[in-house]
């Protein structure tokens, strides 16, 4: 599973910083440690930033404990080796932590880091750890797309208004509800990957980069 760091705070709040979402302080299932550095830093709320770079990781006897100031989860040994094992960013099955509005925010944050880095990298190519990041960045764009439409219903074209339990994720969904079909989900999935696999195939050359 690739390793990358969080996206910056979009200036959006997590579920950690309200009552009425799930891992409020107490803590939460993370499926990851991707996961739980993402919600942290979502959780540190507006100019956070990359919060969760300074989080506490603690072992336990069945999994991880990560806390940053008051916001924590708990990331079970079993849930982070399905991750790895299946290759899987974000963890298997829907998340507990960070709800669909989220996820969208999320993709869209990746999505900007890799075009703007994109342009940095066209000037100067010769960065594999740049090459590596922005590759890292449209894959998790994608990945965090797909979080997103896990939580559309088999027989339903959007998402429904209940799976909207965190404030920025419902302020999302009110400024622009056509963002969280089914159709347009899929189509930034679409573009995200097609994004991904052209500049694979524009900058991997012969010097067999990943």
Do not use: C
């Not at 669909?100 to 890799?114: D, E, F, M, N, S």
């Amino acid at each position: 599973m690739a390793d990358r760091e969080s996206p910056a705070d979009p200036g959006e709040q997590g579920a950690a910083a309200h009552a009425d979402g799930p891992g409020f302080p107490g803590g939460g299932l993370a499926r990851s440690l991707v996961e739980a550095h993402v919600y942290l830093d979502l959780a540190a709320g507006p100019g956070g930033g990359r919060a969760a770079e300074h989080a506490v990781l603690s072992e336990e006897e069945d999994g991880w404990r990560v806390t940053l100031d008051n916001a924590e989860v708990f990331v079970p040994y079993v849930a982070e080796a399905e991750a790895r094992r299946e290759d899987l960013t974000f963890g298997s099955g829907v998340s507990e932590l960070i709800d669909p509005g989220q996820w969208v925010l999320i993709a869209g944050t990746y999505a900007r880091r890799a075009l703007e880095a994109a342009l940095f990298f066209a000037a100067d190519p010769s960065s594999d750890e740049r090459y590596m990041g922005i590759v890292a960045d449209w894959r998790f764009a994608a990945d965090a797309v797909v979080e997103a439409l896990k939580f559309v219903p088999d027989d339903a074209d959007t998402l429904p208004e209940a799976s909207f339990w965190t404030e920025s994720g419902r302020e999302a969904h009110e400024r622009e509800p056509a963002r969280f079909t089914r159709v347009r989900m899929e189509s930034d999935l679409a573009y995200y990957r097609a994004a991904l696999d052209d500049f694979v195939r524009l900058h991997a050359g012969d010097d067999e980069r990943p």
